[in-house]
């Protein structure tokens, strides 16, 4: 009897040929029925003047539009040199897709082609002085894209338009970012942004808001030429920073602490879902937001990646991630990087569920994850006195920020003479019991002050410090950190931290504002 005659060996055979053809049909990652043929990439030396970015796939902030349903999807990002305010009182030479740092967040779905055209217009003509960077070759590597690099991610010169198309196979929170050499101070000025890929049929949960939060690392120092731009110094990439990881800021979607000026707004209630990307170039992320938990990770933003319960997502260069969670109740809710001294670069944002505008923090709230109270002053004392308050007073007291578990410190120097702040800093433990307004105090705020055994330089720079800020703070509300008068500040880059700077580097330091609990 042949083999094919036998009934029982039949139908073995028939059954794994169907088991096959079925995990076949029902294996979204099965290579045979994804999209890897794409044509040629096309290079012109046409010239484009319209918009830098355009297509119905954007989104230019952090809130993610809804997915467009066109399957073929027309994506345009141009390259541009361009002066942004990276942090308060600075003003940073970038170089952008899009006209932003970061670009536009591009969304598709798996199964979706991607029509892309860019043209390098680094060259275009700038009125006034030029203080940007000289016009030279850029190109675009898509992490989601699976085609040719030599092929698509060519470098075009400007002037220059280079149009290519892929499929998008595979789900996922992906980089996109500038690959002509040297890639590491293209990514490090900016040359970077998000694409986001749905899975075909969805995400296996709703959601109430949606938001992009792309977290990079900036290496700056003060242009050797002195120039400024609207009256803000220039500052320029620092490439002996950039080789030695040794970042001044450490920022969400483009700005020092943006997102604790304009916080992303949510309710009590409410469920959230946020796309992450750390694009680095170099140094991790472990993203953490203080107040929840993430109910559902899915690293790389794919849902078959998946955890629950999660506390933090540790994120390498151009890793990503959706976290999701619930906001349980009102506040403000802090998205921080817990490598701290990323923190205090400006990895530090703010969920606002329920405030009032520009209330960014409920009252009675003691903890600031490193938002620091107020810019630093010029004055090496002062300065000092700021770091040592912001170690050690910031959970209780703020500067212009509104009252905590003591009162807030702004003015106190016009309110008590020196001798006596002298002598409530150097033995305050006493003076609640021997001073009368001593005992006012501790009567009005039930928490007694400890004593932090402070020597006599030491409180002198605290009080330098306060008649700093009672001088040339600036108070906007009850919003931290407060800004100061012109001149009377470093920008963050330059005020101290824990970032290692490499031997013989001339240290522009950058902020620290680590935080206690004493009061």
Known sequence: MRLSQHPRVCAAVLGCAL??????????????????KSPPAVVTSTRYTGPYAAGSALSMDATVRPLSPEPVKEVRLDTTHKIIDLAPGVKFSAWTFGDTVPGPVVRARVGDRIKFTMTNRSDEPIPGVR????????????????VSPQDKYRSIAPGQTISFEFTANYPGVYMYHCGTPMVLEHIASGMYGMMIVEPRKGYPTKVDREYAVV????????????????????YLLDGDRVRAKAPTYTVFNGKYNGFVDKPLPAQPGERVRLFVLNVGPSNTSS?????????????????????????TVLLGSSNGAIVEFLVPEKGSYVMVDHHF????????????????????APAGDPEHHNIPATAAPTDPVAQ??????????????????GDKLGPDLYGVSRRRDEAWLFRWMKDPER???????????????????????????????????????????????????????????????????????PPGTKQPSSPATTKGHAH
């Open 19 to 36: 088991l096959v053809a079925c995990t076949t049909l029902d294996d979204p990652y099965d290579v045979r029925n994804m999209d890897l």
């Open 131 to 146: 203080v940007t960077a000289a016009p030279m070759m850029h190109s675009m590597d898509f992490h989601s894209a699976m």
């Open 215 to 234: 977290q990079s690392e900036f290496y700056t120092k003060p242009d050797p030429d002195k120039r400024q731009v609207d009256g803000v110094p220039l």
């Open 287 to 311: 993203f953490h937001v203080v107040g929840t938990i993430f109910d559902r990770v899915w690293m790389e933003g794919n849902p078959d990646n998946q955890w629950r319960g999660a506390q």
């Open 341 to 360: 001294a990323n923190a205090s670069q400006g990895a530090i944002g703010l969920i606002a569920a329920g405030g009032g505008a520009g209330d960014h």
């Open 384 to 401: 000092r006195g700021k770091l040592d308050f912001e170690s050690k007073c910031l959970a209780c007291h703020s500067i212009a920020g």
């Open 431 to 501: 003076m609640a019991q021997t001073d009368e307004l001593g005992r006012k105090l501790l009567e009005q705020w039930k928490v007694p002050m400890p004593n932090q055994n402070l020597s006599d330089q030491e409180v002198r720079q605290y009080i330098a410090y306060f008649k700093w800020a009672d001088e040339h703070v600036k108070p906007q509300g009850k919003v931290q950190p407060q800004p100061a008068s012109p001149g009377a500040a470093l920008s963050p880059s330059e005020t101290k931290s824990a970032t290692p700077i």
